[in-house]
């Protein structure tokens, strides 16, 4: 039986030109077509906010039904194809890895047997030109998108693609890769590039019990969600606790997986 490491990809190994690029991109052709409209974007992203609300998160990802969507309610008879503009920033400094030792990680983790999954909530047509331009995609032997599988993160069936033991699912968001994670039954590992020092100090297997931790995650947490929890969820815990992509090879070497 095949083991499995699966990755989130934007915000644990990648950059994706989406905030930085191709929503100001989509603004201006919508203002181009149509002068004097004001909130574009503002309107575009609570329509997403909305769709992740009603648990639609399937939908919350499609950027093009997003956009046509404000589009038709704004009476603009005009399409604007986001595949294309992505396709135009998948270039330096638009898109980067978020670290210089994620191609030599995953390359090591392939040596040592384990087949790799990328399950992401972005769009395989958004992502693949993403993963292309930065030399991710022939290292990872699937890649799971909910315009594929039917399912986003958080809900757990997104991994059902992934035939198979899964070792940890890695991933930068507690709502999204931690939730999804735990109620599928995998152990999580958590990568924050701004974890306190102190904490980056301790062995990997000791730190999600640090006495500082619970409200680390809490206060991520509430940043990821604007929720205002006053408590953990059981479900907000990852597994382990890394602070770069490098420290998954120690995680791996200390725990013999």
Request: aromatic share 8%; net charge negative; charged share 25%.
């Amino acid at each position: 039986m095949k083991k499995w490491i699966t990755f989130d990809l934007d915000g644990t190994l990648m950059q994706n030109p989406f905030v930085g690029q191709v929503f100001p991109e989509i603004e201006r052709l919508v203002l181009e077509k149509v002068g004097g409209i004001g909130n574009v974007l503002p309107d575009i992203l609570a329509e997403h906010t909305l769709r992740i609300d009603a648990n639609r998160w399937v939908e919350a990802y499609d950027w093009d039904d997003i956009v046509s969507t404000f589009l038709r309610k704004n009476n603009i008879s005009d399409s604007i194809d986001i595949e294309k503009i992505v396709c135009q920033y998948c270039h330096a400094p638009s898109i980067y890895l978020l670290e210089d030792e994620v191609i030599e990680v995953l390359n090591t983790l392939k040596k040592s047997g384990y087949a790799l999954a990328a399950v992401t909530n972005g769009y395989l047509k958004y992502q693949k030109p993403v993963m292309d331009a930065l030399q991710l995609t022939p290292l990872f032997d699937i890649i799971i998108t909910p315009s594929e599988a039917g399912y986003a993160k958080p809900d757990p069936r997104i991994f059902n693609g992934v035939n198979g033991e899964i070792a940890f699912h890695v991933g930068d968001r507690l709502e999204h890769d931690v939730r999804s994670a735990y109620e599928a039954g995998v152990p999580s590992v958590l990568i924050n590039r701004s974890l306190p020092e102190k904490i980056q100090r301790l062995p990997i297997v000791d730190r999600v019990n640090h006495s500082d931790v619970a409200e680390f995650l809490l206060n991520k947490l509430n940043c990821e969600t604007k929720m205002g929890l006053t408590e953990l969820p059981h479900w907000g815990k990852p597994t382990y606790i890394i602070h770069s992509i490098k420290e998954l090879v120690i995680l791996l070497s200390d725990n013999e997986y």
